[in-house]
């Protein structure tokens, strides 16, 4: 798990065992500290209000969003919801369409966050049968929200950058090639992943 620090810790002193440029970057940088995020249908609600659009506006669409439909929004009534309703809680149609499918799935017993399963792949072929939710969503909501230790989501952009800059490659390395590196690192791929977000993030010490 990497939902603490000491089990954070455990895991990048492991990988750090098995590759020497993890072991210069905590020199550099430090450590990372965990990212937690709660667990459960309104993080994926909130990943489906964020995705493609800035930080400030995807604050303010949930604020629209939570004001309409309530701190726990409350699912009946946005699956009835008509995209101009939903509009005006600041969804696009596109959105309206992927947040009506995960309340659909949710309140169906389709997807039940309390028992996903434990194999990582299954957890996440899982997750992505919600419209909207891509691997990569799936995989940020294992790692952060339920501490995977090896879930890694080699799709993002930060990771694949930093992860080339701190493996002196030249230029970015393609997700499948990311992948390939990272295999010989399990079972603490999630560790190099949020390594490599705080070395992106943060000044030298």
């Given at each position: 798990?990497?939902?603490?620090?000491?089990?954070?810790?455990?895991?990048?002193?492991?990988?750090?065992?098995?590759?020497?440029?993890?072991?210069?970057?905590?020199?550099?940088?430090?450590?990372?500290?965990?990212?937690?995020?709660?667990?459960?249908?309104?993080?994926?609600?909130?990943?489906?209000?964020?995705?493609?659009?800035?930080?400030a506006?995807a604050?303010?669409?949930w604020?629209?969003l939570?004001?309409?439909?309530?701190?726990?929004?409350d699912?009946?009534?946005?699956?009835?919801?008509?995209?101009?309703?939903?509009?005006?809680a600041?969804?696009?149609?596109?959105k309206a369409?992927?947040?009506?499918?995960?309340?659909?799935?949710?309140?169906?017993?389709?997807?039940?966050?309390?028992?996903?399963?434990?194999?990582?792949?299954?957890?996440?072929a899982?997750?992505?049968?919600?419209?909207g939710?891509?691997?990569?969503?799936a995989?940020?909501?294992?790692?952060?929200?339920?501490?995977?230790?090896?879930?890694?989501p080699a799709?993002?952009l930060a990771?694949?950058?930093?992860?080339?800059?701190?493996?002196?490659?030249?230029?970015r390395?393609?997700?499948?090639?990311?992948?390939?590196?990272?295999?010989?690192?399990?079972?603490?791929?999630?560790?190099?992943?949020?390594?490599?977000?705080?070395?992106y993030?943060?000044?030298?010490?």
């Amino acid at each position: 798990m990497v939902a603490t620090q000491a089990s954070l810790d455990a895991c990048v002193d492991a990988l750090c065992g098995l590759e020497p440029a993890f072991a210069r970057a905590i020199e550099t940088y430090g450590r990372p500290e965990p990212r937690l995020r709660p667990t459960g249908h309104v993080t994926l609600m909130r990943t489906i209000v964020g995705q493609q659009v800035s930080v400030a506006a995807a604050s303010s669409m949930w604020n629209k969003l939570e004001n309409a439909y309530g701190a726990d929004p409350d699912l009946a009534a946005i699956r009835a919801a008509d995209d101009a309703t939903l509009r005006e809680a600041g969804l696009s149609r596109q959105k309206a369409g992927y947040m009506r499918s995960l309340c659909g799935m949710v309140e169906d017993g389709e997807v039940n966050f309390d028992h996903l399963p434990k194999d990582d792949e299954e957890a996440i072929a899982e997750l992505t049968k919600i419209k909207g939710i891509g691997r990569w969503s799936a995989e940020i909501y294992l790692l952060f929200s339920e501490g995977r230790q090896d879930v890694f989501p080699a799709g993002d952009l930060a990771v694949q950058v930093q992860l080339g800059r701190l493996l002196e490659r030249e230029e970015r390395p393609p997700e499948k090639l990311v992948r390939e590196w990272a295999e010989p690192w399990s079972p603490h791929r999630g560790s190099a992943a949020i390594l490599a977000w705080h070395t992106y993030n943060n000044e030298p010490l």
